[in-house]
């Protein structure tokens, strides 16, 4: 047991930071500082500028395109992404959907889908909930029907409906979840097809959240028509390239680096702000003690997910364990959120999102603070709700 | 004892229901939002006119309905339910208010303008720098001969955009946040000096940036005792405090509401969701918050015409208030899954509205500081 950095860590910790440091688009920043909605240009930008330096994929395989970096190598690398405010690389491909490809895929495939992912020439979407398929996502009703063409070669004909496909608007491409086999049990029927959001048929509609943003949209199928081949791994078989997906989605999700910056900032922010005794709001006792029990709760995280990792390095995948890293994970986001909120007090109320970051309505750390607590009520509902991964761990570690 | 509305009350309620039911559909609430003026001064007219609301707690004499706090509470209560942004509060509780207890000169006059919807008014208390401190001001009113002039900034002043009139705080004497040397001053908002920077707010209000820049008014703009006019603004605010947390009972009610509903429809795993236990307790859990809401309510809107009772019995209500509208919205939020992320339900709205209130009038911190203060005295 050790907590040490070594001197080789040390030095990739300032070779990375200076490199963020001195390649983070220009562009960006100043999108990120005005608020708003991102364009695809703007999230693209760092990707581009992350796959020329070749660390846009640190977990791939080191012959894929990995970095071959040690778990403390990369949460080193996380750790200095949040500490610059940096945009984290979109998760579609690069971590929700190439893990599938490499671990399931056939070669062709590999070869055919990889490059794209890597070098974001192709945007990727995941077309997984319905309207009747949330918490139940293997109760999904999305339909292909394995026809021979004209053409001679074989289609799957998709009719359905997907929903919160989050940047689906920018997508070229998705991989969806729909149903082989309407006869089999529900997980047993389903089959992973890759789908040309080009193709006709598709159509994209817009969600808008409550905080006023559109992030997340309805994907609408009708009679689209995917060549057989698209399709990964067996037919009937897509549960099980659902589940090492969503594995890897929760393992992101404890977001331990952002929340640290996040807590930098909300200190920062209340030793601005005065307290109604007229000191700083962080020597209010009432306040400076729910900043200490989030900072305790950070840590307690924090060491779990060294754990995860540590055991990881030593050839466990992660297991139904980061359902805690989800559940503690997105609970701190949320207590930050709020605390940013109150910290602001009166300031929490405008809405500037339409009158632009001009508008200079109070302090500037206070804009947008209100719609992205709003906004951070997602995280305990997305890729299985709270109340889900509780599920998972009585079942799967407790063997209740 | 009795915790029964008269008839009277309870024709109120019903009027006030019904009426928003008809003309304050979430639908027809946010094709108004959506467009300027951001509020609704027709519907304010049939308040006025339709409905005669705007004089329930002003007395018959006054030309009003003869109510008080509970008649308040019974309209705010119905506006938390429909999320009117009409400013019911700043005008009728807070305006009405001021005018009420001060014997100011114009009071029966500028009710009169009340209760026919003329006289709008908009608090203006918070300063940028002052949080919730209704003492930290730094904004000033100086005697000039017959006149008093005023300079500074006002932050958020929710409903200053369709205000005819501010009520303003300032301090007249004394350091930036001591007790003594506030005063407070009525403003027509057109005076020369008054500039506005308005603005939406995330629960859908419209409110403004105020600066006073040697705004002249004449000696009759003064409202209460000068200097010593913290008693009575502290007094207008627990009033509004009152109404605010009748206001929140109201958006609480409809948040458990909408969630009961939504979970007996929407079936996953070959069932309705509301069948799950842990879902059950949750929304158990969610009850008990707006029961204990109300009963605090309740209780606030009695003790605060007793001047001996008021102050702690309007902390102790909005701390109840405020764990409930985070407990309850969250959780609201939560048991919709992704529908509840969406502008388009209603629930999202209620649960922007339960957040604003909790820090309306000071947070649940700052109320549960006053409450220690008021009960336990000064910490040792």
Request: glycine share 10%; aromatic share 8%; proline share 4%.
């Amino acid at each position: 047991m050790n907590l040490d950095f070594t001197p080789e860590e040390n030095a990739f910790r300032e070779e990375v930071r200076a490199f963020i440091k001195g390649n983070y688009p220009a562009s960006l920043r100043a999108a990120q500082d005005a608020g708003g909605q991102l364009s695809k240009e703007n999230y693209l930008a760092w990707h581009k500028v992350l796959a020329k330096q070749g660390w846009v994929a640190p977990s791939w395989p080191k012959e894929l395109g990995g970095t071959g970096w040690t778990p403390t190598q990369k949460y080193i690398w996380s750790e200095e992404l949040a500490r610059a405010d940096a945009l984290p690389v979109l998760p579609f491909g690069v971590s929700m959907l190439a893990p599938v490809l490499y671990t399931f895929g056939t070669d062709e495939q590999k070869k055919r889908f990889l490059p794209g992912i890597y070098n974001g020439d192709v945007w990727w979407c995941q077309g997984y909930s319905e309207p009747g398929a949330g918490s139940d996502l293997a109760s999904l009703k999305t339909k292909a029907e394995r026809v021979t063409a004209d053409d001679g070669k074989e289609y799957y004909i998709v009719n359905g409906q997907k929903t919160w496909t989050t940047l689906g608007q920018y997508a070229d491409w998705g991989f969806f979840l729909v149903r082989t086999d309407p006869d089999a049990k529900p997980q047993a029927g389903i089959s992973f097809l890759l789908i040309d959001m080009t193709s006709p048929g598709v159509s994209v509609r817009p969600i808008i959240t409550l905080e006023g943003g559109h992030e997340v949209n309805d994907v609408f199928l009708d009679n689209v028509k995917v060549p057989v081949e698209n399709r990964i791994y067996e037919e009937n078989k897509g549960w099980t390239c659902a589940k090492a997906l969503l594995a890897h989605e929760r393992s992101g999700i404890a977001g331990v680096a952002r929340s640290k910056r996040g807590l930098e900032k909300l200190r920062s922010m209340a030793s601005t702000e005065r307290s109604d005794a007229g000191g700083s709001l962080l020597s209010d006792a009432f306040f400076r003690r729910k900043v200490a029990e989030l900072e305790i709760d950070l840590t307690a995280l924090e060491f779990t997910e060294l754990r995860t990792l540590a055991g990881e390095s030593s050839g466990k995948g992660p297991g139904p364990e980061s359902s805690i890293l989800k559940i503690k994970g997105t609970e701190i986001q949320q207590r930050i959120q709020e605390l940013a909120l109150e910290a602001v007090g009166h300031y929490g109320a405008p809405f500037l999102r339409d009158l632009g970051h001009n508008a200079q309505i109070g302090p500037d750390y206070a804009e947008g603070l209100a719609g992205a607590m709003f906004n951070g009520r997602k995280t305990s509902i997305y890729g299985g709700s709270n109340e889900i991964q509780r599920n998972i761990i009585a079942k799967m570690v407790l063997g209740l | 004892m009795d915790f029964n509305f008269t008839d009277e009350q309870s024709m109120l309620r019903d009027t006030v229901a019904s009426y928003l039911a008809d003309h304050y559909a979430f639908d027809q609430r946010r094709a108004m939002l959506g467009k300027e003026p951001g509020w609704s001064p027709s519907i304010w007219k049939a308040f006025a006119e339709e409905l005669g609301i705007l004089g329930a707690p002003f007395s018959e004499e006054a030309g009003g309905l003869g109510g008080g706090p509970v008649e308040n509470m019974i309209v705010m209560e119905e506006m938390g339910k429909a999320l009117v942004v009409e400013p019911y509060l700043g005008t009728v509780v807070i305006g009405g208010g001021f005018l009420k207890h001060s014997g100011h000169a114009q009071a029966s006059d500028l009710i009169g303008q009340i209760i026919a919807g003329e006289a709008i008014f908009a608090f203006a208390y918070a300063e940028p720098q002052g949080r919730y401190n209704l003492a930290d001001l730094k904004t000033t009113a100086r005697k000039d001969g017959g006149s008093w002039v005023l300079n500074g900034a006002k932050a958020v002043v929710i409903g200053a955009p369709y205000a005819t009139h501010l009520i303003v705080t300032a301090r007249t004497a004394g350091g930036q946040r001591d007790a003594q040397g506030v005063s407070a001053f009525i403003v027509p908002k057109g005076a020369a000096g008054v500039t506005t920077r308005d603005y939406p707010t995330v629960d859908g209000f419209r409110a403004s940036e105020v600066t006073l820049e040697n705004v002249k008014l004449d000696a009759g703009a003064l409202i209460g005792p000068a200097d010593h006019a913290l008693p009575l603004i502290e007094k207008v605010v627990d009033e509004a405090l009152a109404a605010t947390c009748a206001e929140a009972c109201g958006v609480l009610r409809k948040l458990h509401e909408g969630t009961l509903d939504y979970t007996r429809q929407r079936k996953q795993f070959g069932q309705p969701i509301a069948n799950f236990q842990v879902l059950q307790h949750r929304m158990v859990d969610m009850f008990i918050q707006v029961e204990q809401s109300i009963s605090m309510t309740y209780m606030a809107a009695i003790k605060v015409a007793d001047d001996a009772e008021r102050a702690k019995a309007c902390a102790a209500a909005k701390v109840q208030i405020g764990k409930a509208c985070k407990f309850v919205g969250q959780n609201a939020i939560q048991l919709h899954g992704g529908m509840g992320m969406t502008d388009e339900m209603a629930i999202g709205h209620y649960f922007k509205r339960a957040t604003m209130i909790e820090s309306a009038f000071g947070s649940t911190d700052h109320h549960l500081a006053r409450y220690e203060f008021l009960s336990l005295g000064q910490a040792a």
